[in-house]
């Protein structure tokens, strides 16, 4: 790993410095720093986002003994509180308190961006609508590195987070999915992924392409590329290929198999001339029994 040079290192601590001083506006309140952190390879740390973690009052983090381990590892000694699921709301107004006392405060996942999949958000919601400031520390964000490799149309997709647990609520949200001609994104874990895949295969056909990514970053990463039979297929023969941490990313489905009549076609696009697309392709999908969705995916297209 390449260290840094003395002088490059006070020329970022100072610029940070800088950025803090620069963070606090007339009304004298501090800022939330939205940090991302590694999703496996330490080396991934920016120097920004080990100087924030430096400078702030606290760290408010998803798991303090997790994120305790990485301080040390990059030698900032910042105090932690917890800030999860289970207890965001009720600790919304103490942060806040704290952050018009003229505190910073730096949110962090167990790892890559908050909010993505991971506490957060009633947090920045609150503190927009209180007009306190929150700043972006980019870095990591497993779907986005996971889309970057796996030769899948990236120009739009569709994040839907983790499936539910039960299988019937999972294949409800499939079933939703499945004409999507977008590039559908899921994270799953070790405890569901063959089910995930299996309901895929019954929802979008086992010929439908998907692509694994398991244990980005870290020493076992994998991408797998198959067709939803192929890949069940292989992960039953290698048992080791259904441990770790999962993204899914599954081919939308071919537009060439999208049927639209086209008195439904032609009031749709008149409608876009008065109407937001959504709300076109809504209308003329009831007024004609056609799929709402292959209708507004139609009007992309024509932009």
Do not use: W
Request: hydrophobic residues 40%; contains cysteine; neutral net charge.
């Amino acid at each position: 790993m390449n260290v840094p040079s003395k002088d490059k290192q006070l020329r970022t601590s100072e610029k940070t410095l800088k950025e803090f001083e620069q963070n606090t506006d007339n009304s004298g309140y501090g800022c939330l720093y939205v940090v991302a952190t590694p999703i496996g390879n330490l080396d991934d740390i920016s120097d920004r986002m080990r100087q924030t973690l430096a400078k702030v009052s606290k760290i408010a983090a998803e798991d303090t003994r997790r994120t305790r381990q990485l301080l040390s590892h990059i030698g900032v000694d910042t105090p932690c509180f917890s800030l999860h699921d289970h207890n965001e709301r009720q600790k919304l107004d103490s942060i806040v308190h704290q952050l018009k006392s003229g505190e910073s405060i730096a949110l962090v996942s167990d790892a890559g961006t908050p909010l993505i999949s991971d506490p957060g958000y009633p947090l920045v919601a609150r503190l927009r609508a209180e007009s306190i400031k929150v700043i972006p520390i980019p870095g990591p964000c497993a779907l986005i590195a996971a889309l970057s490799v796996a030769g899948l149309p990236s120009d739009r997709f569709i994040f839907e987070g983790f499936l539910a647990a039960k299988p019937k609520a999972r294949q409800l949200t499939l079933e939703r999915l499945k004409e999507e001609t977008a590039t559908l994104i899921f994270y799953e874990s070790s405890h569901r992924i063959k089910a995930s895949l299996a309901d895929m295969a019954k929802v979008f056909g086992p010929e439908r392409r998907v692509v694994i990514a398991r244990e980005l970053t870290k020493t076992f990463e994998t991408l797998l590329d198959a067709s939803l039979s192929d890949l069940i297929t292989r992960l039953d023969v290698d048992a080791n290929q259904s441990k770790g941490e999962f993204v899914v990313m599954v081919k939308g489905a071919e537009k060439n198999k999208l049927c639209i009549s086209p008195e439904a076609i032609k009031l749709a696009e008149l409608l876009t001339d008065y109407l937001p697309g959504k709300q076109a392709a809504k209308i003329a999908a009831e007024f004609f029994g056609e799929k709402k969705n292959q209708l507004y995916n139609h009007l992309l297209d024509q932009k």
